[in-house]
Structures are given as structure tokens and as C-alpha cells.
């Protein structure tokens, strides 16, 4: 058997936490080497060109905004950031109901209260569902860690109930919030999960919305790639790992499939919880931070791309407003972003939450009943003509942040030497976001830079807080929660 090939650090996997963990260390003077399973790096925001048409497309449309500073470090690093497209400053989204637009907009008023504005001009609310949404409002904005694992056993639903939210919040936009955010429906949602972010929305003021104006994946991996292959390091794709290996006490390197050993000082596995625990010594698997590995679930969705005989909308992004009936949460029209894209017809990428209910449909079907809703939306479009059409079953948007799911989230530091832990459903504080992944690998190399002896601030914070927002949250964190939630919770501890 040959002998074993020498690491500081092995980083498995080469999605968006790997590349950025590889990417803090560059500096580390560090012997690196990342390893990749699929061809083509960027994991879960991977992206490749159609092979019928050429056009970039991605794992799924994806949004960012200028609350996510782990994410834009890493494209600025790149040297990448000014590919990302911007909606106007205002203009959050568009959700229709029908073919009626509602426009959700800041306002000038400062967070909490920024959207106001835009929900009293909803015509499917009245002041009492406003007035019924202060009850997760006042818990959310004095929302601790401890207060999040407390509420963690909670349903979205039963919370929401319990704080007295009106039926047509509910349905108008906590729906909406639990499916396009958390990519679960609201009665199987933590509500720790669910207030958490609910929490980041109100408290910190997102003034952009943004789109890769690329593919997604080419905002990150090339550049990534080519810093870290100049570096010296190797970046395998195609290549799969067989087991961690380790004595009782520490991690001491990784077996690949073709019998290859990479000793390392560090592993860090960005890997999904099942992948990892398929990998770990069964005496490893028993220990608290890695035996809820298991107990995790994936999210599967669909991603539907439409290429149209012409302009349908100017419109970069909507979404349709939450019934449980509907295939579709959101669309994007391509030929609106891509900035070189001129008067070219359009292509319209989509997204299938929770696509385990229609996991038996054919593309067929799915491509045909994606145009009814666009059109529903869209009425003008019945004059376009549907030149092509590809859809992408992906079996992970996230892990299911279901009861019990903040309790579980492990630290970046596992409890065997040597193992880090990164990726988007690690506990970073965040709902499982591209920010989440980044600032999980940032974390994951001040993690190696401390052992190493030379500690590096590589974590950025999140925007400040407005003013108000921390006076109220201050009020909050001081007021009882109502009975109702008190019980509720109380019951399931």
C-alpha cells in the first residue's frame, strides 16, 4: 500500500462553508487540501450551462442581501462582488395573489416598524390581523439563544396560535415566511427557527435584495478554486471519502474510496449530517454533538427553468402568494438580471418547496402546471410561446428545520479532537442561508488559526441594530411572555 499523503487540513466537501473554510486559511501557511464528491464544485449553489442552450443554471434561483457579510466577504475576497444584481433599494418583493401585484417595500421608518406600511396596504388584511401580529413581534425582538431552544419544541403553528395571531396572518404571510425561508410549512416548523427569523427581519433594516448576475456557482468556485490551486493545494472533485479515521481521542486523517489515506491534524467536514455520520467511527457517533446526526432530514425541492419566444415580464423576481395546492413559491426572470443579456426573450427559473408531495409527477406535468402558475401571474404571457424547458429534482434545499431542530444544531468544534464541523445547519445563529454556510467556514478556519496559535477575527457581525429596534428589544427581553406560550412551551420541556 502506498504511503500516506501529509495534511495540515483535509476539508471535505467543496460547497459554499468548504471553499470559504479553504479560503480563511490561504494565509495560514497550512498544507490544505479540499475534497469534492461531484464533479462540479459549489454544492448546493453549484451551477452549470444547459447543455441544449447554454445559458448558465443553477441549483435553484437563490436571493441575497446586504445582511448577509459572511457571503459578500468571500466574493470580495474573489474579487466577485460586483456580479451580484440589485433590485431598486425599496422594493423587497412582489407577491401576487392572482394576477393582482402587491408590492412589499421598505418604508422610511426605522426597524421594527420598516414594513408597516407595505402590510397595511395589503387588501387581505385588516387592522386586527395587524394588530394580532404584535404578539410574536414583542417575543421575537427579545429573542435570546435559551428563549430559541425553549420555543424549540413548538410547531410554528402552535406557537403562532398560542400568541394569538389571526388565521389570515397566518395564511397571508407566516406561510408564506416558514416555506420560502425555512423550506417547511408552517405546522412543521420549529417555531424556534421560525422566530429566530423572524427576529433578524425586523430587527436589522435589508435594503437590497440581490441576484447572481452570473451563475451562481461562478460567483464563488473558480475563484475559489484558482486561490487555493495557486496556493499550492489540491482541490479533488469526483473524489469520495470512505471513512474519518481516528483513535479513540482524535481525528487523524480520511480514507477515500480508492483506498488513498490523507493524514491531517484537522478535518473539517462540511458534509451533510447523514453523509457525515456514514463516515464517523461507531464509538465517535454516541457522543453529544454528533449523535443527533441521524436525526436530521432533507428538504427536497425542484427547480423548473422555462425559455420563452419572448419578454414576458420586466420583473426580476415574485412570488406567489401561499395555498397549499400550489407547486411554485417563486420565480425569477433571468433575462431581467443578467446584465449582458440585452432584449433577450426570457427564462424564468422557479422553485418547488417540500417537492416530496410531487416527487411521483413527471416533468411533463410539472413543467405544464409551473406555466399555469406562472400565467396566472403573468396574463400577458399566454402570448409566449415555450421554446424549452428543464427540471431539476435536488434532493437538499436544507435540512428540515423541524421541533427540535435548533436543540440539535451541533457546535463548529466536535467533540473528538481534530473534527470541525461546518455548513449551513450548524450552529451559527442563522436560519441555514448561504450566510449561514459562509460564516460556518469562516468560523471553522479561526478554529484551525487558534490551534495553530495565531488567532484571526474571520466571523463578520451582522449589520448593527437601529436605535428603536434596541430599545425595544431591551423592553422586551424584560416583558413575560404571554400565558398562552408560557403553558405551551411548558407542556413540551
Do not use: K
Not at 441549483?59 to 475576497?77: K, Q
Not at 388565521?167 to 427557527?193: C, H, K
Not at 483506498?259 to 449530517?273: D, K, M
Amino acid at each position: 500500500m502506498s504511503s500516506a499523503l501529509e495534511f495540515d487540513v483535509v476539508i471535505l466537501g467543496g460547497g459554499i462553508a468548504g471553499l470559504t473554510c479553504a479560503v480563511g486559511l490561504l494565509d495560514a501557511g497550512l498544507r490544505l487540501a479540499v475534497i469534492e464528491r461531484d464533479a462540479l464544485l459549489g454544492g448546493r449553489a453549484r451551477s452549470w450551462a444547459d447543455p441544449t442552450t447554454g445559458d448558465p443554471v443553477h441549483v435553484g434561483p437563490h436571493i441575497v442581501t446586504d445582511c448577509y457579510p459572511n457571503f459578500f466577504r468571500l466574493l470580495e475576497r474573489l474579487g466577485t462582488a460586483d456580479r451580484v444584481v440589485w433590485e431598486p433599494e425599496s422594493l423587497l418583493y412582489t407577491m401576487f395573489d392572482g394576477d393582482r401585484a402587491i408590492e412589499l417595500r421598505r418604508s422610511s421608518l426605522p426597524p421594527p416598524v420598516q414594513m408597516l406600511a407595505t402590510l397595511r396596504a395589503d387588501p387581505a388584511l385588516g387592522l386586527l390581523d395587524l394588530a394580532s401580529n404584535g404578539g410574536p413581534a414583542r417575543v421575537a425582538l427579545g429573542l435570546d439563544e435559551q428563549e430559541v431552544l425553549r420555543l424549540d419544541g413548538l410547531d410554528g403553528s402552535a406557537a403562532l396560535d398560542a400568541l394569538g395571531v389571526r388565521p389570515a396572518m397566518q395564511r397571508r404571510y407566516w406561510q408564506f415566511a416558514a416555506m420560502s425561508i425555512l423550506n417547511t410549512p408552517l405546522e412543521r416548523v420549529s417555531a424556534g427557527s421560525l422566530l429566530r427569523t423572524f427576529h433578524h427581519a425586523i430587527t436589522r433594516d435589508a435594503v437590497r435584495v440581490g441576484f447572481p448576475g452570473v451563475g451562481l456557482g461562478d460567483l464563488f468556485v473558480p475563484g475559489a478554486r484558482a486561490a487555493v490551486e495557486a496556493a499550492g493545494h489540491p482541490v479533488w472533485t469526483s473524489t469520495t471519502a470512505a471513512e474519518i479515521v481516528g483513535t479513540d481521542a482524535r481525528a487523524t486523517g480520511v480514507r477515500l474510496a480508492d483506498g488513498r489515506l490523507l493524514r491531517a491534524r484537522h478535518v473539517v467536514s462540511t458534509l451533510p449530517p447523514g453523509d457525515l455520520a456514514a463516515l464517523l467511527p461507531e464509538s465517535w457517533q454516541q457522543r453529544a454533538g454528533l449523535d443527533a446526526l441521524r436525526w436530521f432530514s432533507p428538504v427536497p425541492y425542484i427547480s423548473v427553468y422555462l425559455w420563452f419566444d419572448r419578454r414576458i415580464t420586466a420583473r426580476q423576481f415574485w412570488a406567489r402568494s401561499y395555498h397549499p395546492d400550489d407547486l411554485n413559491c417563486d420565480f425569477y426572470d433571468y433575462a431581467n438580471i443578467y446584465p449582458d443579456w440585452g432584449a433577450r426573450p426570457s427564462l424564468v427559473g422557479s422553485n418547488i418547496i417540500d417537492a416530496a408531495r410531487v416527487a411521483h409527477w413527471s416533468d411533463a406535468a410539472i413543467v405544464e402546471r409551473t406555466r399555469e402558475e406562472l400565467l396566472e401571474n403573468l396574463p400577458a404571457a399566454r402570448a409566449a410561446t415555450l421554446r424549452h424547458a428543464t427540471v431539476h429534482r435536488i434532493p437538499l434545499a436544507v435540512q428540515a428545520p423541524r421541533p427540535g431542530f435548533e436543540a440539535r444544531r451541533p457546535p463548529a468544534r466536535a467533540p473528538v479532537d481534530g473534527l470541525l464541523l461546518a455548513g449551513d445547519w450548524t450552529r451559527t445563529g442563522l436560519p441555514s442561508s448561504m450566510e449561514s454556510a459562509a460564516a460556518s467556514g469562516w468560523r471553522a478556519a479561526e478554529l484551525v488559526w487558534a490551534h495553530a496559535g495565531r488567532p484571526q477575527a474571520l466571523v463578520q457581525p451582522l449589520p448593527s441594530r437601529g436605535r428603536l429596534a434596541r430599545v425595544l428589544m431591551a423592553a422586551s427581553r424584560v416583558a413575560p411572555w404571554p400565558s398562552r406560550l408560557r403553558r405551551a412551551t411548558t407542556r413540551r420541556v
